[in-house]
């Protein structure tokens, strides 16, 4: 029996010595995707089929504007196009068995991974992540196809449960509720809806895009798979996860990769009566927005949506310090804080604020902005104008309303993209910037004096994604599980406080505004959201 295990490359290369070969392998591959992969123009892809818009979309690194390549513009009417693929696709696949379309999944995560390397230079480039944040992303995407093969799919044996009602040799005139009668064999089987649509974001266009998928994909659905297309495009990506799962062997017309604005593709998707489900990463008005518009329509799907964070740490005046600061600065500033699980509002207690600040401070200093291509850089540029107007807007309403202690200001890298410095700030816990979700390396700071004080603080919002604290105290740690409302959380992590879950290990879920299911990614739970019961009774 094969198991799962994490993918863990950099990890693996460190301890075994071969960081100088990581690097090489990830530059060889930055400098070949340079000049085979990029400029060019895409299809969208229906069913197999390459199809043209009439318009299309122009991408753009954000490290430097440079030109990634021109994709189509789909519309409406290709989208309906996509969903009439997918519909002529799902008999044969959902009557695939559980083990074949496991083995698929298998396939693409031995494509990804021999491809990695490939893969995350592309990611790198499209969205600016450091090497590190991509070849992880990549390995997560990896991971994710692994375990729900191997530990969900597997050894669930398709979710199918067989049972039997013993026979009974006593008589009645009438049939009721728990009446003796013949034998009667039960299953219990898991179907899938039909045709999902899957709706990829920007800051994990690869793992996220891949783990929507294959939970559709895998389950026995049909998938119309629409990449983050409009402000924040990641559509090479989204065309190098197409590629691989038909390669495979997802067949035509199961998975189909349409690229084009949300207002279009995305509506058609929702209020479409032949998609039967939505799966989701975005943010929270978008997500409700979609659910929203269903139920005025008179319609029912089924939806899976994670939908962002506003995540708080609690720095114990029992904490180990640089512990604290070493996860608190990863979560707030790693990939820029476009992350929904980045750190966003740190509680310390007023005890050892100066010394958290200072200690802070230091650390972020340290931390080099500009090319994420390069090794030595760890926080690269936003994604966009937009990310680079939100983080303008906080910065001006820090100065307003409290105090910028580091940061705050444009970065010039000699590079046209939008640069920003990570910045810490002091305002009061109840300003907008300690309850918005921001999306941009902005870190807000208050004090507490009890720790009761310091869990309702962060408890005190509509969000419930991460959450961390730093406390050695084991009162603390106990009340701290208990009373925290958020779906992940950790404690005394100095990788990172509040990001970074693993496949298999942490399950990846939102509370309250965060989600809508209570049942996260990476977890046993995952695939059952993409499919519904049928019990099966049968009198011979």
């Known amino acids: 029996m094969t198991y799962f295990e994490n993918e863990f490359t950099y990890k693996r290369f460190v301890e075994e010595g071969r960081e100088p070969e990581f690097d090489r392998l990830f530059d060889d591959a930055v400098d070949r995707v340079r000049r085979e992969s990029l400029g060019k123009s895409h299809p969208i892809y229906l069913g197999g089929r390459e199809v043209f818009a009439s318009e299309q979309l122009t991408e753009y690194s954000p490290i430097d504007k440079s030109v990634i390549g021109t994709f ?3 519309d409406r009417e290709i989208a309906r196009q996509a969903i009439v693929a997918a519909h002529e696709a799902f008999a044969e696949w959902s009557e695939t068995s559980y083990k074949n379309r496991a083995e698929v999944m298998e396939k693409a995560a031995d494509i990804f991974s021999k491809r990695k390397f490939e893969i995350s230079a592309i990611l790198s480039i499209e969205n600016g992540k450091s090497r590190y944040e991509s070849v992880g992303e990549v390995d997560e995407a990896v991971d994710f196809l692994r375990y729900y093969a191997l530990d969900l799919a597997g050894k669930n044996r398709g979710y199918v449960k067989r049972s039997k009602l013993s026979a009974s040799t006593a008589k009645v005139k009438a049939g009721f509720q728990g009446a003796p009668g013949r034998e009667e064999k039960v299953t219990i089987a898991m179907k899938p809806y039909g045709v ?6 920007f800051n994990f266009p690869v793992s ?16 119309v798979f629409k990449p983050s297309s409009t402000d924040n495009m990641t559509m090479l990506t989204g065309l190098e996860v197409y590629k691989i799962f038909a390669e495979a062997g997802v067949p035509p017309g199961a998975f189909n990769y349409v690229t084009g604005p949300g207002s279009e593709v995305g509506d058609e998707l929702v209020v479409n009566g032949g998609v039967a489900g939505i799966v989701f990463t975005g943010s929270r008005t ?6 929203k518009k269903v139920h005025e329509l008179g319609m029912q ?7 962002g964070g506003k995540n708080p740490v609690i720095v114990s005046k029992y904490a180990v310090l640089d512990d604290a600061v070493s996860g608190i600065a990863s979560a707030a500033f790693g990939f820029c804080g476009q992350k929904c699980s980045a750190a966003s509002r740190v509680y310390v207690h007023e005890s050892l604020k100066e010394e958290f600040i200072s200690k802070l401070v230091d650390k972020v200093r340290s931390f080099s902005i500009g090319d994420p291509l390069k090794k030595d850089n760890y926080v690269g540029p936003l994604i966009g104008s937009a990310a680079l107007e939100r983080y303008r807007k906080a910065v001006d309403e820090a100065i307003a309303t409290g105090r910028v202690i580091y940061g705050g200001k444009d970065a010039d890298v000699g590079l046209n993209g939008a640069y920003v410095e990570p910045t810490i700030v002091e305002v009061k816990p109840e300003s907008r910037l300690f309850h918005e979700e921001l999306f941009v390396p902005f870190l807000t700071i208050t004090s507490y004096k009890k720790f009761d004080d310091a869990l309702a603080m962060a408890n005190d919002i ?12 084991g009162s603390e740690i106990k009340e701290f599980a ?3 409302e958020a779906g992940v959380i950790y404690i005394n992590r100095e990788t990172s406080a509040t990001t970074g879950a693993i496949v298999g290990l942490h399950t990846f879920v939102g509370w309250k505004w965060s989600g809508l299911t209570g049942k996260g990614t990476g977890s046993r739970f995952y695939l059952q959201q993409f499919m519904r019961e049928q019990s099966q009774a049968l009198v011979k």
């Open 208 to 223: 996220i895009s891949v783990g929507m998928s294959c939970g559709a994909l895998i389950t026995g659905n049909t998938v």
């Open 301 to 307: 799907k089924a939806f899976v949506v994670e939908m």
């Open 462 to 473: 509509p969000y419930g994604l991460t959450a961390g604290l730093y406390s050695k105290k």
């Open 196 to 201: 999902f649509g899957v709706l990829a974001p």
């Open 72 to 74: 189509q513009k789909a």
């Open 482 to 484: 208990k009373k925290i």
């Open 286 to 291: 978008t997500g409700m927005g979609m659910i």
